[in-house]
């Protein structure tokens, strides 16, 4: 059974960076996309960025672009997200996702697994 592991939220001020870290388990990943998401209170879950590693591609969302930076370690099935320059409007709970095929898509509803999330709170 897919298992992913979130980790490396916290408080950090304004201006100031942060990494998370999404860890795989239970299957073996070479075909999948792993994307981030985030959720504000009172927002809908909205795509932040993703990478799928057979066709060497990544994708962010505008609102991102420029300050963070998604990467992949193959050896450990592990994806890292690198937020940089964070700001008061990137609070929110960030969850990793995982969907089988190299297209990468922004749609909630095409990722398969999920996990628990991990909130990043940018204070001002």
């Known amino acids: 059974q897919v298992q992913l592991v979130e980790s490396g939220g916290g408080l950090v001020q304004a201006g100031g960076s942060l990494r998370l870290s999404c860890a795989a388990f239970?299957?073996?990943?070479?075909?999948?996309?792993t994307a981030w998401f985030r959720q504000a209170p009172g927002k809908e879950r909205e795509f932040v960025v993703a990478i799928s590693r057979s066709a060497g591609t990544t994708y962010y969302a505008d609102s991102v672009k420029g300050r963070f930076t998604i990467s992949s370690d193959n050896a450990d099935n592990t994806v890292y997200l690198q937020m940089n320059t964070l700001k008061p409007e990137d609070t929110a709970v960030y969850y990793c996702?995982?969907?089988?095929?190299?297209?990468?898509?922004?749609?909630?509803?095409?990722?398969?697994?999920w996990g628990q999330g991990t909130q990043v709170t940018v204070s001002s």
């Open positions: 239970g299957g073996t990943f070479s075909y999948y996309t």
């Open positions: 996702a995982l969907r089988s095929g190299y297209r990468i898509t922004q749609a909630v509803r095409d990722y398969e697994y």
